[in-house]
């Protein structure tokens, strides 16, 4: 299945993006190298050396939501003391850098990013509709 301009990551719709879920075969019919695990990887190998003007990302979505199929967990920061996105982004890399310390967790990360670029538009809608 492919969902063109969803970002199934961040939950936005965007032109610039796609989402694609892949059907493994059986399980009876995959033979060594052929895990989910090695194909995720095989992509992104693939996009990482074949794929120059895109960021591709492969990961194996959990099977119960918030639980991954690895025994994770996911996890929201929310900031209830201010809409500054900026301290908002350094508390959320504070967390996960912290986070990757303990050994008990792997692979802590996040898709948050304050790097997006912010545009606000005014429209004179009276100079517009002529």
Known sequence: MTLIGYDIVNGALKTNVMSKFISLKDWSERGKGESVTDVTQQ???F???QVRDAAVMAFVPPSIPGLSSTGGFELY????????YR????VVGQFVAKANQDPRLAGVQTAFSANSPQIR????????AI
């Not at 920061?77 to 500054?84: K, L, V």
């Not at 538009?121 to 517009?128: L, S």
């Open 43 to 45: 992509l992104m190998d």
């Open 47 to 49: 996009g990482a050396t």
């Open 77 to 84: 920061i929310e900031s209830r003391a201010s809409a500054d």
């Open 87 to 90: 301290k908002l982004s350094a």
């Open 121 to 128: 538009v005014e429209i004179d809608r009276d100079k517009a």
